[in-house]
């Protein structure tokens, strides 16, 4: 258990959402960590949507924080106007509106307008799953004992470690680190990572910020997920355990199982 500050977003009861033949149980919460006297990340767990979603603010300034509201609540907005329809080109035009929207936020600011945003939609029928995805926060997803990253860091100590242009420790490899080749503000518009994904039963998926991936690694983020607790205690669980490692930034965590809808009474 960790003692809350007043910019924690504390985790909620766990939300259940049936999507044809399965239910999502979601719960997310944030912790503004050791380090920044303010919580620059932004979660949304929908209330009525199977609909989940982390942005995390470039920096420690007002245009962190203007970026990630700005680009939550546009995103968000964008994906109830098209429901219940959901596929790549709503998913991109969504996308784009949210660019849009935070580069005229912050054209009247004197620093960078920037932030992450991945995104976990389900369709309606339960069918499959969308990751939508700029920048480096992570979804993970554990099934039948793997903990697999599914989506990869817009960033350049990503291609450094891909082509070997410097050791994972090194200060080059460090200040990549920092160095986000995509992301939501950005003046060029890059496009996001669509990535359709298959909903299993048994699945469970791990939206975050690098303030969890970053202070946890592999074996203890899958030993957390693979405890069968409720997705509340769960997040809290991953929440509590970035701050025990060292807290140096704010945390975001949003838990997603999968589970069969059981049929109702006849």
């Known amino acids: 258990m960790f003692r809350r500050r007043p910019l924690d977003q504390p985790v ?3 939300r259940r959402l049936t999507v044809g033949r ?3 149980e979601i719960a997310g919460g944030s912790v503004v960590g050791h380090r920044y006297a303010e919580n620059f990340d932004v979660l949304h767990v929908d209330p009525e949507l199977p609909l989940a979603a982390v942005a995390d603010g470039m920096g420690d300034g007002e245009g ?3 970026a990630g509201t700005t680009a939550m609540t546009t995103f968000v907005a964008q994906v109830r106007a098209g429901w219940p329809a959901v596929d790549a080109a709503r998913l991109r035009a969504a996308t784009a509106e949210t660019q849009l929207r935070v580069r005229r936020a912050g054209a009247g600011l004197a620093g960078l307008t920037g932030c992450t945003l991945t995104a976990l939609i389900a369709e309606p029928d339960g069918g499959q799953g969308w990751l939508v ?6 979804a993970y997803r554990l099934r039948d004992g793997l903990l697999e990253l599914v989506t990869v860091d ?7 470690l891909l082509h070997g242009w410097w050791p994972p420790d090194s200060p080059e490899a460090a200040r990549a680190r920092y160095q986000l080749l995509r992301y ?8 996001p990572d669509l990535l359709a ?6 699945d469970t998926w791990l939206l975050c910020t690098d303030g969890v991936s970053d202070q946890l690694g592999y074996h203890r983020l899958r030993d957390l997920l693979s405890a069968r607790r409720d997705p509340a205690r769960t997040a809290q669980a991953l929440l509590a355990a970035s701050l025990t490692e060292g807290g140096e930034d704010n945390a975001t965590a949003v838990i997603v199982r999968v589970h069969p809808t059981l049929p109702g009474p006849r």
Not at 155 to 160: K, R
Not at 184 to 191: I, N, Q, S, T
Not at 197 to 202: D, H, M, N, T, Y
């Open 64 to 66: 962190s924080r203007v």
């Open 133 to 138: 995805q700029l920048g480096d926060s992570r």
């Open 22 to 24: 399965l239910t999502l």
């Open 154 to 160: 817009h960033t350049m100590a990503w291609l450094g």
């Open 12 to 14: 909620q009861a766990t």
């Open 184 to 191: 939501v503000g950005h003046p060029d518009k890059p496009e």
């Open 197 to 202: 994904v298959p909903l299993r039963s048994g």
